[in-house]
């Protein structure tokens, strides 16, 4: 028997359970399905959230003929023997195909290419579904002809209603057993998934079949038993997708913005994803320099000291470390007057006339360069009172530029 998951997988609209903000009766996706006029789409979004479910309904719907391909596994070969069968006239009188391209972001270059033609002509309605960031891993001309939509995770409420579905159906789901289950119960497996409703079924139905029937003729399936099945809070991220860049941009942010909670939070869901702890000690040497600059230089000085001990230590000791750094640089006073300043000085080399060097401040290793002006005229700062004097450093043609400007 299939996974209860599969089971359950909605076959109208009205059975899905989320993304109202899509689907709601007034949607442009929701309509262009109920009226079958679907264009290509690219579903964005994190695991569970209902892409392969939302294509299932698709294909429910739709009185073209309907194929699915993973891209893990499928090729260009595969691709054109469906674009010659979406061609046969007598096979498919409509000329037409709704493809469903599971984990699009995975298929290359060339077999992305190849879909283009046939997706330009309206010969394929694409839909892709991909966890990873389309604008990233898509090619831009096929998704320039396609729509793409953004999966959210499920709320709780959404993912209880799920459950409660698929406790109460008796032809697909759990409905054929005796069972007592409370909301607050529900509750629980929602808030462990985050947002994934295969994954709180999957633990439903866990929980079901490996409980005994008590003596009073039913199953009891409590927080306890669910927490069991569950073993581990699913936590959404993956250090080598598009969360791990949504993570470490709120890690940085929180540090800069001075909030040593935020970084903690940022840098445990870090840690707990297996990010590189080395990765982590960088992106907090950067930001002690760009973000603390001049306002607290003692602030790179200890990641930079922080980084190393990382790298000597390792984890999981490495975590207190990195908790020490990102909490001082958190914590630290702000400038970045320093990382601005070098930024406009590098666009001043590389794109503008800047002039030469002064004279007086130009190398004259030899006695007999000092005719041709080299040094001529350079005030040693030490020979004046304090160890400042004014002259001018910076070439004529931009002797009055400020790079270093503090607030």
Known sequence: MEPLAYRMSPRTLEEFFGQKHILGEDKLLSRAIKADRLSSIILWGPPGCGKTALARVIANMTKNKFKKLNAVNSGTAEIKEMVAEAKNLLMNPSGRIVLFVDEIHRFNKSQQDTLLPYVED??????????????????????????????????????????????????????NYLLEINDKTLFVIADMVNGDVRKALNILEMAVLTTDMASDGLIHIDEKVVRECSQQRVTEFDKNGDSHYDNISAFIKSMRGSSPDGALFYLARAIAGGEDP?????????????????????????????????????MPEARIILAEMAVYVAKAPKSNASYMGINMALDDVMNTDTGTIPMHIRNAPVEEMKQFGYHEGYKYAHDYEGGFVEQQYLPDKIKDKKYYIEK
């Open 122 to 175: 309206g010969t394929v309605i694409l839909i892709g579904a991909t966890t990873e960031n389309p604008y990233f891993e898509v090619n831009k001309a096929l998704l320039s002809r396609s729509t793409v939509f953004k999966l959210e995770p499920l709320q709780a409420e959404d993912v209880v209603l799920a459950l409660k579905n698929a406790l109460s159906d008796k032809e697909r789901g759990l409905g």
């Open 278 to 314: 080395m990765f982590l000690a960088r992106r907090i040497v950067i930001c002690a320099a760009e973000d603390v600059g001049m306002a607290d230089p003692n602030a790179l000085v200890v990641a930079s000291a922080g980084a190393q001990a990382v790298h000597l230590v390792g």
